[in-house]
């Protein structure tokens, strides 16, 4: 259906014209309805079922900032050049789709200051994507009482009744000042002001699903944040869906044809190897004490760890698909379908065997609510994994990424959840200290880098996945120089096995970049940009030093005083 141009061009907006008639109906007092019954409606907040923080066992629902359509919130409130740009470029692009449903010039210019003006109070109450790195400030459980009380312009015990959820009782509200924020604007706003906001968003999430007038919208506006020159090709595009919304079941057929077993053993070897190596690292600290240690080596033997695909696949059967329908009617199916998903989890144990990433994805993850890292299919190809290449391009690219989730276990936000995967505290005051002075450190020799022009990298936003980088490194390292032990050492192509390790990392990152989306990445992505998880990194790390001979005076080199070690 996604790759039937000549229907999608045909039907243009229908499929979303009757939801927007609805949308424009709607009175004041059932706004919370539309939220919580029409799929398709980014409105506001998030809600979902997690497991509880401080009882990681079980299952919570959880309340969250959103609502934004430029997704995050420096985006309204900063003045720069590029800033400016994407958001007279979010105008272009509201104007745009409203004139696509049929609104007129007076209609499209009061859409877009209605809706410009609701995000940008959103986005002045929202927290920052600094604060956002703070667990403990995100997990504020009330009761729906509470709720009621405090914000009672917000009838969250009808949005869950609504949903089939009779039962909830607490919630664990993320932002509370962004709670506040949505009960003043659910109050003071206008109908007509609150009925385009919910319509910008509702067919934002359909653009992608319509003729190519609504997709060549979304591109334009791609084009202003991220700087893409041209549209991904239609298959691609159409394949995505699926991807996104079956992934297990695409992850099925993948895994059938790319992955042996014979890599899930190479890997169940090598993330032994690791741990023994980071066991290792964990007990050579000179910063922290022996009681803390200990925890720590708990921690780390309790990891779970996730190969390849999951050994129960998901049923997907409950989703119908009807050619007869539009295709935005059939992906508004799939996504009721994943959201019920997530629901019907409220209240119940954690299931633990869940993976949250399908088999096919090139990444990998730590979830610090379960202590687990899983390594998905996809990312066990080259160049990050070669069952046939030598062990020091293995060991200095998956096994850097095995590293680097073993790390997150103990970074600044995995460091605050002890081995059962709860919020609890089991450092002493005095290594919490001594992390929090290194982390510090770390930070500021990230902010001190300009990614382009005037613009700095953010040290405190990327702390986490740096501490990652460098542990994932030197734990490697570590793991590699133990496995050589007894075996003959030899050059390949004149490069020594050291040198083979850090060239395979640094392989691994090489990228063509944009400026527009160096800019985009440095304001989201909690990553660091490639060039600097090789090149900042490296340079606090005295084994690649000594594998290149890099001497005071070289582009690399870094004095001891300066470097940062932190695992």
């Avoid at 506040?180 to 604007?185: L, T």
């Avoid at 990424?401 to 002890?418: A, P, S």
Wanted: charged content about 25%.
């Amino acid at each position: 259906m996604g790759l039937d141009s000549v229907r999608l061009n045909k039907e243009g907006a229908t499929p979303i014209m009757n939801d927007v008639k609805t949308i424009n109906n709607t009175k004041r007092a059932d706004i919370i309805d539309l939220m919580s019954n029409m799929i398709g409606v980014n409105a506001f907040f998030g809600t979902g079922v997690d497991a509880d923080m401080m009882n990681s066992n079980m299952n919570t629902m959880y309340w969250q900032q959103g609502g934004l359509g430029l997704g995050d919130r420096d985006y309204y409130l900063e003045n720069s050049e590029n800033i400016v740009a994407v958001r007279d470029a979010y105008k272009k692009y509201l104007k745009t789709i409203s004139a696509l449903i049929g609104y007129s010039e007076t209609e499209q210019n009061r859409f877009v200051e209605n809706v410009m003006s609701i995000e940008t109070a959103l986005a002045k109450a929202a927290m920052t994507r600094e604060e956002l790195r703070n667990p403990m400030a995100s997990y504020n459980p009330m009761t729906l009482d509470q709720i009621t009380t405090q914000f009672p312009n917000v009838d969250l015990r009808r949005y869950f009744k609504n949903q089939g959820l009779n039962n909830v009782d607490i919630v664990v509200v993320g932002q509370p000042k962004s709670f506040a924020a949505v009960d003043s604007i659910m109050k003071n706003a206008s109908e007509q002001e609150l009925r385009d906001y919910i319509t910008a968003g509702y067919v934002s999430t359909a653009a992608s699903y319509l003729s190519d007038d609504f997709i060549n919208a979304e591109f334009e506006l791609s084009k202003a944040v991220s700087g893409v020159q041209q549209l991904q090709p239609r298959w691609k595009r159409a394949l995505s869906v699926p991807n996104g919304m079956l992934g297990e079941a695409v992850g099925q057929l993948y895994v059938e044809k790319y992955f042996p077993q014979s890599s899930k053993d190479k890997m169940l070897e090598l993330v032994n190897n690791l741990k023994i190596a980071l066991g290792q690292h964990i007990d050579n600290l000179t910063w922290m004490s022996d009681a803390t240690k200990a925890k720590a080596q708990e921690k780390l033997a309790t990891f779970t760890v996730k190969i390849g695909f999951p050994d129960k696949w998901r049923d997907y059967s409950g989703i119908t698909i009807d050619p007869k329908k539009s295709y935005w009617e059939n992906i508004k199916a799939a996504i009721k379908f994943n959201v019920d998903f997530n629901l019907a989890d409220y209240g119940k144990p954690v299931d633990r065997d869940r993976w949250y990433m399908p088999p096919q994805t090139v990444n990998a993850y730590y979830s610090p609510l379960t202590n687990e890292i899983c390594f998905p299919a996809g990312i066990l190809q080259a160049p990050f994994f070669n069952p046939d290449a030598d062990d020091a391009e293995n060991y200095g690219a998956i096994g850097v990424v095995i590293g680097h989730e073993m790390t997150h276990g103990f970074d600044d936000q995995g460091r605050q959840f002890d081995k059962d995967g709860n919020l609890k505290d089991w450092w002493t005051a005095e290594d919490a200290e001594a992390f929090n002075k290194l982390a510090d450190q770390l930070v500021a020799q990230f902010d001190e880098i300009i990614v382009l022009g005037d613009t700095h990298a953010n040290g405190r936003f990327t702390l986490g996945e740096n501490i990652a980088d460098q542990g994932g490194l030197r734990v490697a390292f570590t793991a590699y120089q133990n496995s050589l032990k007894g075996k003959e050492r030899k050059d390949i192509d004149g490069f020594t096995p050291e040198q083979r390790f850090y060239l395979s990392y640094a392989n691994v990152w090489a990228a063509n970049i944009r400026d527009e989306e160096i800019l985009s990445r440095t304001k989201t992505d909690p990553h660091s940009l490639g060039r600097w998880r090789v090149n900042a990194t490296l340079r606090n790390l005295q084994p690649f030093f000594d594998a290149f001979n890099v001497k005071e005076g070289d582009k690399m080199f870094r004095s001891v005083n300066d470097r940062v070690v932190i695992w």
